[in-house]
């Protein structure tokens, strides 16, 4: 699955680590889902588009 969740991080001026602790995961995790290692659990995917205010769609996109 690809993801935006790199693009929009850093248009916010946050670090891996920042996200991490304000979504309450680990910097790595937030480094596996970017770089697509990681799929998040769904709690996590809202929590992120939460966090972006956009929505899930919108950031992660299943491979065609």
């Not at 991080?9 to 946050?14: P, T």
């Not at 995790?29 to 929590?47: R, V, W």
């Not at 992120?48 to 205010?53: D, E, G, K, W, Y």
């Amino acid at each position: 699955m690809h993801n935006d969740v790199r693009t929009l991080r850093e248009a916010a001026g946050l670090s891996q680590g920042a996200l991490g602790t304000a979504l309450g995961v680990s910097r790595q995790t937030i480094n596996s889902i970017e770089t697509g290692k990681y799929d998040p659990s769904l709690p996590l995917a809202i929590a992120i588009a939460r966090h972006f205010t956009t929505t899930v769609e919108e950031i992660f996109h299943v491979d065609a």
